[in-house]
């Protein structure tokens, strides 16, 4: 079992940015790729980023591209995700999610978070 925390949400201007943190613990949190998914209110959850168990290959969702990075302190069981040049459409609760695999799709992953909100203002 991983348990998964997240934090650094918020409410920002348009413009601005958030770095988003997913703490673990329980099993070895150096073995799992781990993705962000969002959900807004009346859309189906999507996918963020994810990054590998290494740290190595990462992924972005075309929305988020060019304005995010992923990255993981295995030292610290912590994975973020820095969301630059916010807009009103990144309003959403933001969730991490670890899995052994590496992908996309929701079910790529067994470990949720409770999510953290995410508010873009105009």
């Known amino acids: 079992q991983v348990q998964l925390v997240e934090s650094g949400g918020g409410l920002v201007q348009a413009g601005g940015s958030l770095r988003l943190s997913c703490g673990a613990s329980g099993h070895t949190f150096s073995n799992y790729a781990v993705g962000w998914f969002r959900q807004a209110p009346g859309k189906e959850r999507e996918f963020v980023a994810a990054?590998?168990?290494?740290?190595?290959?990462?992924y972005y969702a075309d929305s988020v591209k060019g304005r995010s990075t992923i990255y993981r302190d295995n030292d610290k069981n912590t994975v973020y995700l820095r969301l630059n040049s916010l807009k009103p459409e990144d309003t959403a609760v933001y969730y991490c999610?670890?899995?052994?695999?590496?992908?996309?799709?929701?079910?790529?992953?067994?470990?949720w978070g409770q999510g953290t909100q995410v508010t873009v203002s105009s």
């Open positions: 999610a670890a899995g052994y695999g590496l992908g996309r799709a929701p079910g790529t992953y067994d470990y």
């Open positions: 990054i590998s168990w290494s740290g190595g290959p990462s």
